[in-house]
Every structure is written in structure tokens, then in C-alpha cells.
């Protein structure tokens, strides 16, 4: 089991960048494929980017494609978002998640395959 924690989060003018951390424990981090979401207020939570337990594949929501990018250093147990050209409509908390699966060869962009979530992380853009 995983039990994981974002960290990161904070205010930016729009265009600026900021770069999520989720660190995670357990043995057997390397082996699921992890996955960032957002909840903006007053709407349902999002899928933003996913990677391949090896890190070869990644996976991005239209939204935020060629601004966003997923990373992860399995030997550090930690997975990465890194947000550039940051818009107000990125507000949200975002939530670092983990597969409930090991080792899924195609990797899933929708909420119900993942089932480690951490508390989430306030990203907040302004005009």
C-alpha cells in the first residue's frame, strides 16, 4: 500500500511556474503508474497527467498539454509536476494519486483506476 503527500503548491502571477512534489511510501512505489488531479472550487475533480511506472509513457488533459510536465524518480519515491505558463483557470488543488493496480500496462487517465490519493495542494494563479 502507498500512502502519499503533495507539497508544492502556492500563489503565481499568471504566466509563472511552480513545481509539485508528491512523495510517497511504501516498497513498492516504483511499480504504479502515477497520476495528477485537480478540483477547482464548485467543480469535479480532473484528470491532469499520468506516467508509466517506468516513466517512459506520459499521458496530459488537452488543458494543460505543452504547459505541464509529469516526472518521476522512483529511487527518490517521488513523482513531479511541473507547471509553466500557469493560467487563473489552473486554480485548483491538485491531488498526486496511484494506480490500484501494479504494473498496468496502459495507463489510465480516469479517477476510478487510481486508489492512493494524498491531501492535495493549494495552486492558486492570478490575473
Known amino acids: 500500500q502507498v500512502q502519499l503527500v503533495e507539497s508544492g503548491g502556492g500563489l503565481v502571477q499568471a504566466g509563472g511556474s511552480l513545481r509539485l512534489s508528491c512523495a510517497a511510501s511504501?516498497?513498492?512505489?516504483?511499480?504504479?503508474?502515477m497520476g495528477w488531479f485537480r478540483q477547482a472550487p464548485g467543480k469535479e475533480r480532473e484528470f491532469v497527467a499520468a506516467i508509466s511506472w517506468r516513466g517512459g509513457s506520459t499521458y496530459y488533459a488537452d488543458s494543460v498539454k505543452g504547459r505541464f510536465t509529469i516526472s518521476r524518480d522512483n529511487a527518490k519515491n517521488t513523482v513531479y509536476l511541473q507547471m509553466n505558463s500557469l493560467k487563473p483557470e489552473d486554480t485548483a488543488v491538485y491531488y498526486c494519486?496511484?494506480?490500484?493496480?501494479?504494473?498496468?500496462?496502459?495507463?489510465?487517465?480516469?479517477?476510478?483506476?487510481?486508489?492512493?490519493w494524498g491531501q492535495g495542494t493549494q495552486v492558486t494563479v492570478s490575473s
Open positions: 494519486a496511484a494506480d490500484r493496480l501494479q504494473k498496468r500496462v496502459v495507463v489510465t487517465t480516469t479517477l476510478r483506476s487510481y486508489g492512493y
Open positions: 511504501g516498497r513498492t512505489f516504483s511499480s504504479y503508474v
